[in-house]
Nanobody, 119 residues
Framework: QVQLVESGGGLVQPGGSLRLSCAAS????????MGWYRQAPGKQRELVAG???????NYADSVKGRFTISRDNAKNTVYLQMNSLKPEDTAVYYC?????????????WGQGTQVTVST
């Protein structure tokens, strides 16, 4: 059974920092592309950052220079370091594990963790 468990969300003031973690089980973590998505109320879910098995990263333009994604294959965990947080970063953040298997995409999702940036 595949499980992705996020942690680290919470309430933070503008300009503050948070680090999200996502612990995976039930998959061969090292071969998956891992990503962080977010969904704000009334908006579509969007990709925030991704990291491939080769440790290549990509970021949404809105978070470049502020957020950093990383992975620890020994711990089956992916992280999202979020600095200089803004109110518009407020959303539920979801962890995703993705790979292609014989051309068929396989995606797994965590339950989400709330991040609120507010005074």
């Amino acid at each position: 059974q595949v499980q992705l468990v996020e942690s680290g969300g919470g309430l933070v003031q503008p300009g503050g920092s948070l680090r999200l973690s996502c612990a995976a089980s039930g998959i061969i973590f090292s071969i998956y592309t891992m990503g962080w998505y977010r969904q704000a109320p009334g908006k579509q879910r969007e990709l925030v950052a991704g990291i491939t098995s080769a440790v290549s990263t990509n970021y949404a333009d809105s978070v470049k220079g502020r957020f950093t994604i990383s992975r620890d294959n020994a711990k089956n965990t992916v992280y999202l370091q979020m600095n200089s947080l803004k109110p518009e970063d407020t959303a539920v953040y979801y962890c995703n594990a993705h790979r292609l298997s014989a051309g068929v995409p396989r995606d797994y999702w965590g339950q989400g963790t709330q991040v609120t940036v507010s005074t």
